[in-house]
Nanobody, 121 residues
Framework: QVQLVESGGGLVQAGGSLRLSCTASGSIFSINAMGWYRQAPGKQRDVVATITGGGSINYADSVKGRFTISRDNAKNTVYLQMNSLKPEDTAVYYC???????????????WGQGTQVTVSS
């Protein structure tokens, strides 16, 4: 079993910054892609940023230039540095990871429970 735990959310004024962290634990042989998604009340969950095991990164257009995703493979952790925050960034932020639990090539998707980010105007 694999668990993902997010941290770093909170309340911040527009223009401020937050740094989110997500650490994976449990039965992990290796982790491939990791990513951050967000969901505002009454809306669907959208991708924010993803990063592969090889370091290839993709951002949603709405956050490009403001957010930075990174990872520390030794710590099984993915980060999201969020700068110049806007009220429209308010959402629950979820991390996910594609995990190989054994040396056998099988990748499974896991989700964290989310961390609330609120940006006041």
């Amino acid at each position: 079993q694999v668990q993902l735990v997010e941290s770093g959310g909170g309340l911040v004024q527009a223009g401020g910054s937050l740094r989110l962290s997500c650490t994976a634990s449990g039965s992990i042989f290796s982790i491939n892609a990791m990513g951050w998604y967000r969901q505002a009340p009454g809306k669907q969950r959208d991708v924010v940023a993803t990063i592969t095991g090889g370091g290839s990164i993709n951002y949603a257009d709405s956050v490009k230039g403001r957010f930075t995703i990174s990872r520390d493979n030794a710590k099984n952790t993915v980060y999201l540095q969020m700068n110049s925050l806007k009220p429209e960034d308010t959402a629950v932020y979820y991390c996910n990871a594609d995990v190989e639990p054994t040396p056998i090539k099988l990748s499974l998707h896991y989700w964290g429970q989310g961390t609330q980010v609120t940006v006041s105007s």
